[in-house]
């Protein structure tokens, strides 16, 4: 059975930092694209951050020099260190996998950013 558990969301103020993982099981990791998405309510999901399984890295423009997305092989986890956080980052952030046409989803975890 494949999951993807998301863990690190919380409520930080603004300027603050966190740091979210995502442990896979149930898939070959090394050959997944790993992902991080975010959602608000009433809005669609957006890519903010991916990395291949060779290291290609992409960021949404609005998260560029302030989100680094990282993976380790061997332990199956991916990683989403955000500094500089905005209250515009507030969202539901959901780790996702992907491999040719083979996608998985986690449930997503809450990131808060609010004085």
């Known amino acids: 059975q494949v999951q993807l558990v998301e863990s690190g969301g919380g409520l930080v103020q603004p300027g603050g930092s966190l740091e979210l993982t995502c442990a896979a099981r149930?898939?070959?990791?090394?050959?997944?694209?790993m992902a991080w998405y975010r959602q608000v309510p009433g809005k669609q999901r957006e890519l903010v951050a991916a990395i291949g399984p060779v290291g290609f890295f992409t960021y949404a423009d609005s998260v560029k020099g302030r989100f680094t997305i990282s993976r380790d092989n061997a332990r199956n986890m991916v990683y989403l260190q955000m500094n500089s956080l905005k209250p515009d980052d507030t969202a539901v952030y959901h780790c996702?996998?992907?491999?040719?046409?083979?996608?998985?989803w986690g449930q997503g975890t809450q990131v808060t950013v609010s004085s």
């Open positions: 996702h996998a992907r491999h040719n046409e083979i996608a998985y």
């Open positions: 149930g898939i070959i990791f090394s050959d997944y694209t």
